[in-house]
């Protein structure tokens, strides 16, 4: 799972919070994060890796100002920002 800057905590406390406690919830549960940084965080991916997903993402962004809600521990579990091997 992914994380922007945190501004409290350790690294390997957010590590813990993450890929441990969050990462055991089912799939299927919705995500609802504190801040909203989708758009930000496509057009990085994007300028990165140009990957159908990526591509998807961003569309996604274009066309929902707000994204609260609409992703699940299932997709936050795929990290554009940890692919390096991918092969998309």
Request: charged share 25%.
């Amino acid at each position: 799972m992914r994380c922007g800057r945190f501004f409290e905590g350790t690294a390997a406390e957010m590590h813990t919070a993450l890929n441990k406690t969050l990462a055991a919830l089912p799939d299927e549960t919705r995500v609802y994060p504190g801040h909203e940084y989708t758009a930000a965080n496509a057009k990085f991916a994007m300028s990165v890796l140009q990957s159908d997903p990526i591509k998807k993402l961003q569309a996604f962004a274009e066309s929902n100002k707000e994204t609260q809600g609409k992703f699940t521990i299932g997709d936050e579990k795929v990290s554009y920002f940890l692919a390096i091997n991918y092969q998309g």
